[in-house]
């Protein structure tokens, strides 16, 4: 009988253990909908109040503007690259062709569809200068 009644009285206490984090999740839903522009990384009942103590809040809308910013200094440094890799066909194509390569890469890297273009015109001028140049000595 004691043990049926101990039962009894762990599983009234998980049901209110249950309820209480229920609350505790609709309260979360509550304020995440208030506030569209914060979201916590771990949001599981157990690790609730552990992460919403510990962790940082992240912005959504902070990865857009950080995108934005990287496309235009990449498109910056893309028309540089592409300069440079079309000075590359005329003058020094080993010198400028690998500076070319170089902003190239890191133009795309930022995003830019210039630093692509900037990367193949560089390697292009690298490869007719090798071998043109052999061909014109003879």
Do not use: C
Request: no cysteine; aromatic share 8%.
């Amino acid at each position: 009988m004691a043990k049926r009644h101990k039962e009894e009285k762990e599983r009234e206490e998980m049901r209110q253990l249950e309820s209480s984090l229920q609350n505790e999740r609709d309260q979360l839903e509550d304020t995440d909908r208030n506030s569209a522009e914060w979201s916590y990384a771990n949001t599981e009942p157990v690790d609730v109040e552990a992460a919403s103590e510990l962790a940082e809040p992240v912005r959504r809308n902070n990865w857009g503007e950080r995108r934005k910013e990287g496309e235009s200094g990449g498109r910056t440094m893309g028309i540089i690259a592409l300069v440079l890799s079309l000075i590359s066909f005329f003058l020094l194509p080993f010198l400028f062709g690998s500076v070319g390569i170089i902003l190239g890469v890191f133009a795309a890297a930022r995003g830019s569809r210039i630093g692509w273009w900037a990367l193949a015109l560089s390697i292009i001028a690298i490869a007719l200068s090798m071998i043109i140049r052999p061909i014109m000595r003879y």
